[in-house]
């Protein structure tokens, strides 16, 4: 008579391959696309306040309604400056919480 030693297969938790892929793509994709919006929302926040005075500096021709939309706009440059902090901390939450999910658990 042989004896067989069975050995236990490590039980993995966690999400299965399939789900990992889509859940990671899906982050990298939401990751990309909140820290592009960021970066704009940045760049918004610091070029509305200076695009008249960048405009006279070089002699440039504006019309009268863009210069009059920049200074306006100028005005609201802590909501610019705000949304690109959300959109920023958006992209960390979502890169935590992927590896959150993604990690085995116990």
Do not use: N
């Amino acid at each position: 008579m042989t004896a067989f030693v069975l050995q236990p297969q490590p039980f993995r938790r966690g999400p299965s391959p399939e789900v990992a892929v889509v859940v990671g793509l899906a982050a990298v994709v939401a990751v990309l696309a909140l820290f592009v919006a960021g970066v704009t929302f940045f760049g918004l926040a610091i070029a509305f306040p200076i695009a008249v005075p960048v405009a006279e500096a070089y002699h440039l021709t504006v019309r009268v309604a863009d210069a009059a939309l920049a200074e306006r706009l100028a005005a609201f440059w802590w909501v610019f400056a705000g949304a690109a902090i959300a959109c920023f901390a958006g992209a960390a939450v979502v890169t935590i919480k992927a590896v959150r999910f993604l990690s085995p658990r116990d």
